[in-house]
């Protein structure tokens, strides 16, 4: 049964650089077919994709967040990352890893993050 869980500080600064970790266990982040993807959802507010690490590595954004957005992993930890620059406190939101393509079958519980001074 893959399990995905988020971690990291949940107050971060403005302009300072939100890092999150999402663990993976049950199964390998490079397993061929899966993306590992990052969404938030701001208070009051829907789901917003922000970008995907896929099996082999390559990495998309979404466009309104790509500038200050950096997904990364690691394999021997069986753990991707997101790294979200220059935050301001719109940045707030619950942030969750989940597994996908294809809608998402499997969620980490989410996290929440708080952009404040």
């Known amino acids: 049964q893959v399990q995905l869980q988020e971690s990291g500080p949940g107050l971060v600064k403005p302009s300072q650089t939100l890092s999150l970790t999402c663990t993976v266990s049950?199964?390998?982040?490079?397993?061929?077919?899966?993306?590992w993807n990052w969404i938030r959802q701001p208070p009051g507010k829907g789901l917003e994709w922000m970008g995907v690490?896929?099996?082999?590595?390559?990495?998309y954004y979404t466009p309104s967040l790509k500038s200050r957005t950096s997904i990364s992993r690691d394999t021997s930890k069986n753990q991707f990352s997101l790294q979200l620059s220059s935050v301001t406190p719109e940045d707030t939101a619950v942030y969750y890893c989940?597994?996908?393509?294809?809608?998402?079958?499997?969620w980490g519980q989410g996290t929440q993050v708080t952009v404040s001074s």
């Open positions: 989940a597994r996908g393509p294809w809608g998402y079958d499997t």
């Open positions: 049950g199964g390998s982040i490079t397993t061929s077919g899966y993306h």
């Open positions: 690490i896929v099996y082999d590595g390559s990495t």
